[in-house]
């Protein structure tokens, strides 16, 4: 049993993959070819917004976002205390500050009541985290960043696809950034990511910044970075979009489907014969992508542990809220009782859109056995 099953999904594309990556190695424009462009186009119209930029990878769409926000030394930025680390990483590397506030116990997201509290007169910047698939409450967070004149940028790593009221992740706030690394929702074979925006004057900044700062060719008008998608990505991701609508309806449905066998084996709330197991909450107004189909349990290690001796991989995410790892270890913070406590029993099940009933109940069942110990 794989966590995340590439092979089968490759089997549905491979045809339409290796043509798509032929024509690359026949025009060799390796380096911002065709493909770039035809994706970028694509995927501006699948989000539904003026503007989208490949980018090296997901790190690479948070750093750059912030570039073109002239964010830095002196600025802090809000971002939830749970997270990937990359979505503090960036701020520090840029020399301003991550602020954490903590997250929503349900939906695992910025909690919108703990924002406003954490504002001063430098915040610049906002970066709610999509987990698992699901949006942040975005609008809430829209209307706080405003009253205060600060930037939202959604890092929507794990939830492109995903929709909030109606509207794609990462048209949602005034930079969506997402990761194309290959267990993401929409994954190539190596790194990549994307930036999208409505606003003109930061995508001509982000399209820059990706390749040096430079507006035409050795003429740098700002710091940039090498941080540009490759073609071969580019190719490898126009053949997965084709099939990435059906995918997305299929996550949907598979992320259900655990959900009501977790019910049906006789999960009531959030209780399982004395052994607490909490299934994931996914809003009315959202639709998850499940980039992560995740739970929570007590004694998650020795879970973890049972289920990996029946062959069952699982994964966490993450052990550690940010603001406990070592690199943040000089910040002065407050406290983050959630992401403290949450940390401790998330455990993360095989997800991807080509899991069939009879294995999810197999999970099911040996999670509950787990479970009760
Ligand atoms: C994966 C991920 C990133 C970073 O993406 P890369 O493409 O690996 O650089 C950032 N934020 C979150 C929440 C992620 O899950």
Known sequence: MRFIDLKTQYAH???????????VLDHGQFILGPEVREL?????????????????????ALLIAMLALEIGRGDEVITPAFSFIATAETIALLGARPVFVDIDPVA???????????????????????LYGQCAEMDTINAIA??????????????????????????LSAIGCTSFFPSKPLGAYGDGGACFTNDDRLAQAIREIRDHGQDR????????????????????????????????AARARIGARYTELFQAHGVVGSDVGGAPLLT?????HNQSVYAQYTIQVEERDEVAARLAQQGIPTAVHYPLPLPEQPVFSGLAQGDHPVSTAVAQRVLSLPMHPYLDEATQERIVIAVMQAARG
């Open 108 to 130: 695992y997201t910025l909690d919108p009541n703990k924002l406003e509290t954490a504002i001063t007169s430098r915040t610049r910047a906002i970066i709610p985290v999509s």
């Open 146 to 171: 405003a009253r205060h004149g600060i930037a939202v940028i959604e890092d929507a790593a794990q939830s492109f696809g995903a929709l909030y009221r109606g509207r794609r992740s990462c048209a």
């Open 13 to 23: 594309i491979a045809q339409d993959l290796r043509a798509r990556i032929d024509a």
């Open 280 to 284: 994931p909450h996914v809003h009315p």
């Open 40 to 60: 970028e186009e694509r995927l501006a119209e699948f989000v539904g917004v003026r503007h989208c930029i490949g980018v090296a990878s997901g790190t690479d």
């Open 217 to 248: 060719r050795y003429h740098h008008r700002r710091l940039g970075l090498n941080g540009r998608l490759d073609t071969l990505q580019a190719a490898v991701l126009l053949a997965k979009l084709a099939v990435f609508p059906e995918e997305i």
